[in-house]
């Protein structure tokens, strides 16, 4: 059985008052709190384990190492991918997706060469693309959405012509919480010979990923709302794409050989990994990955969506609230304006007021909020410790922003 209260209790930071009121942490779309079983491994790891990895063989730095590289085993498990010399070990999304940006795509595209993108898309997975529209003359293809917020696979697969060299697209929207079929996008082109990156940074968090059954190329990871530490996360490559990279950053640990005329690299993972590692932050995100599957990321999100009905029944009443997006199936992310003239930081500062934390601004999403016409909304993004009695909260919260606003 799923009890969020005894899981609530292993959250230090949910029990502290903001404002004088308890504190209802809905800015999870953003970054997730951390449990104390990763506080206490990472703290642990740096009193009694620490020492830099793969480079000593001195009984720290070979505890150390353990320690670091289970974590991709662990990765791979979260994730179902088929091996762990398959994930590479990043700082999070944003530096995967420029890590595919610089190593993959940038080798093999020109100018007139095409990225075929969805609107949905965080600043993370669009502008490492621009990168290589101002630098290589790379054209960048946008479908988008549905009235509803949902995203047609099919669109995204019409729009790839013989150009097309990349499909990169979220597995959920952080704005919207629609939930994209990237299984469907990925069988569609393929068989047009064109690879798919998914940003995983939302997906990877509110419900189960297969990626042998998703079959796409490359999937990103965050390990900060993961509930992990920042700094913290990882990408999973195909294998045959490992094989097309060049390396991303130069350094220790990426090579095999160096000499005053030559450079040979490591094998993958290690040759996409240069420097010392963030390396209790990979530690930490370990730990996390552990007690997100010891919860069952199934019990997880059948958690979040019985919390989204509820608060969609709670805004149902609301004639003045206006939520951005509505796709069936969509993740407890809600992106939201009051009817008046109150902004989106006005309801957020009020909400702050009442000890509830939500994102305002434009979420790292200028392009999708300027489909819908606004320049900013307030967002309440759900995770596993939230709770029915916070909806109530956050919907009373809301009532009297309307009173204040209007």
């Known amino acids: ?42 703290t642990r790891f740096y009193e009694e384990e620490y ?11 070979t505890v150390a190492t353990g320690r ?17 010399e398959e994930i590479v070990f990043c700082t999070g999304s944003t530096e995967a997706i420029n890590l595919i940006s610089y190593a993959w795509a940038a080798p093999r595209m020109e100018a007139g060469d095409e990225i075929v993108l969805s609107l949905l898309e965080h600043h993370a997975n669009i502008v490492p693309w621009h990168f290589l529209r101002e630098r290589q003359g790379v054209v960048l293809k946008w479908v988008e959405p549905e009235a509803d917020g949902s995203l047609d696979p099919q669109k995204m697969i019409d729009a790839i012509g013989p150009r097309t060299k990349l499909v990169a697209v979220t597995h959920m929207s952080n704005v919207l ?16 010979g064109v690879p798919v990156l998914v940003d995983g940074s939302q997906g990877a ?12 190329d490359f999937y990103a990871i965050t390990g900060h709302k993961l509930y992990g530490p920042s700094g913290s996360g990882a990408i999973w490559i195909r294998r045959e794409r490992m094989a097309e990279m060049r390396p991303f950053l130069g350094g220790g640990d990426m090579i ?13 993972p290690m040759k996409f990994e240069a420097g010392t590692p963030g390396i209790v932050q990979q530690v930490g995100l370990g730990v996390a990955l552990d007690y997100l599957m010891g919860l069952g990321m199934e019990n997880v999100a059948a958690h979040e969506v019985a919390l989204r009905d509820y608060a ?20 407890a ?11 989106a930081h006005d309801v957020s500062t009020i909400l702050d007021k009442r000890g509830i934390a939500v994102r305002a601004g434009t979420h790292c999403a200028m392009p999708l909020l300027a489909h819908y016409g606004l320049t900013a909304t307030a967002r309440a993004s759900f995770g596993l410790y939230n709770t029915e009695a916070e909806v109530d909260a956050l919907v009373d919260a809301l009532e009297l922003c309307h009173e204040l606003l209007a």
């Not at 942490?25 to 953003?30: I, K, R």
């Not at 020492?51 to 730095?61: D, I, W």
């Not at 992310?333 to 902004?343: A, C, K, L, V, Y």
């Open 1 to 42: 059985m799923y009890d969020v209260a005894r899981i609530r209790e292993d959250f230090p930071i949910l029990s502290q008052k903001v404002n004088g009121k308890p504190l209802v942490y809905l800015d999870n779309g953003a970054s997730a709190q951390k449990p104390r079983v990763v506080i206490d491994a990472m």
């Open 51 to 61: 020492a830099n990895v793969h480079r000593g063989l001195h009984h720290l730095s």
């Open 68 to 84: 670091y590289e289970a974590v991709r085993g662990i990765v791979a498990r979260f994730l179902n991918a088929p091996d762990p």
């Open 177 to 192: 919480g629609t939930k994209v079929d990237v299984k469907a996008i990925a069988a569609g082109a393929h068989a047009k």
């Open 205 to 216: 968090v509110h419900a189960p990923v297969d990626l042998r059954d998703l079959d796409v």
């Open 256 to 268: 095999d050989t160096v000499t005053r005329d030559t450079v040979t690299y490591a094998h993958p």
């Open 312 to 331: 969609q029944a709670r805004f149902a009443g609301l004639n003045w609230l206006n939520i951005q997006g509505n796709a069936p199936g969509k993740g």
């Open 333 to 343: 992310i809600f992106s939201m304006t009051i009817t008046g003239p109150g902004h």
